[in-house]
């Protein structure tokens, strides 16, 4: 038995799985808040193991791996997670720290590479696959066959901050019209200023009465989520993009027109066309928790990569 925890922004989810996920489901799912600072963060996750420990009958020093897919910069080989803002944590061992407080080896992942890892085994897919994180931000997680690929520098599939638009906006990361600011949530907010509580909800539903400043805005989300998909395809070849995160909760309304993007690139290119890259898309199935079955296996003979990538 396998614990992994998904720690987001607001809360803690929480999932057993059997071994390599022979299941594809979890077996055991909680979730609680996630909580602000180190103390309630760790606090929280500790909360979350034991509560699955007691629902498995599996005591926490017994199982076979615990991880935890976190936000921010992650050193999986130390476990140290730095510039997880929305978390309040800072620069924190949260690897040493967990596993000292549940007596067990923890290991910590990325979460948009957990749930690329996440969404690889429970969707059962093969050879290589990305996981397109659409959220506030924008971030892929790369499976390459059938291995997570971190890179040199744990920056592999970051595509969100590869620039597209020299006049476009700033970015929180410093360079200027970087994708994620025209294909991601916050995009969504900034094309589409409103004070509903999803505004890609309400920019998709405006375009959809014709109103044509929404088309305009439309179209921006909609190319640069396409524009990601091209760049996916042409760098790693992926058969399968996986697309997750909040903005994939608007389904077909936002995956319709990004298949019309992309057969539009290859209307004007016969290259672009014989990718068939609106075939390779899937959306990631509503309430699967990717990203937390990821982190259950990060580090196990499901995800086989050396402990000692960072220097
Ligand atoms: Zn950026």
Not at 12 to 33: F, G, W
Not at 71 to 100: F, K, M, Q, S, Y
Request: charged share 15%.
């Amino acid at each position: 038995m396998r614990i992994g925890l998904d720690i987001g922004g607001t809360k803690i989810d929480a999932v057993a799985v059997d071994d390599a996920l022979a299941s594809r489901a979890p077996v055991h799912r909680v979730r609680l808040a996630s909580g602000y600072g180190a103390d309630e963060v760790v606090g929280n996750a500790v909360e979350a193991v034991r509560h699955l420990a007691a629902l498995t009958g599996v005591p926490p020093q017994a199982l076979d791996s615990i991880g935890v897919g976190v936000p921010g910069v992650v050193d999986p080989a130390t476990g140290r997670v730095a510039h997880a803002v929305n978390l309040g944590l800072v620069d924190v061992p949260l690897g040493d720290e967990l596993a000292r407080r549940v007596g067990a080896p923890v290991r910590v992942e990325n979460d948009v590479n957990a749930a690329a890892l996440g969404a690889w085994h429970a969707l059962g897919l093969q050879g290589s696959a990305a996981y397109l994180n659409l959220g506030t931000g924008l971030a892929a997680g790369l499976v390459l066959d059938g291995r997570l690929r971190r890179g040199a520098h744990g920056a592999a599939g970051e595509i969100g901050h590869v620039p597209v638009d020299p006049a476009g906006a700033w970015c929180a990361c410093g360079q200027r019209g970087c994708l994620e600011t025209v294909a991601s949530g916050s995009a969504a907010a900034r094309l589409w200023p409103t004070t509903a509580l999803h505004p890609a909800r309400a920019l998709l539903d405006a375009a959809a009465t014709g109103d044509h400043a929404a088309l305009r805005a439309r179209a921006v989300l909609v190319d640069g989520v396409a524009q990601a998909v091209r760049l996916l395809a042409l760098t790693v070849d992926v058969q399968t993009v996986v697309v997750g995160g909040g903005l994939s909760a608007l389904g077909d309304d936002l995956m319709g027109p990004v298949r019309d993007a992309l057969a539009d690139q290859g209307a004007a290119s016969s290259f672009i066309a014989s990718l068939e890259l609106a075939s390779r898309l899937v959306l990631l199935p509503a309430g699967l928790p990717a990203a937390a079955m990821g982190a259950a296996l990060a580090g196990t003979p499901a995800d086989p990569v050396p402990v000692a990538a960072a220097g």
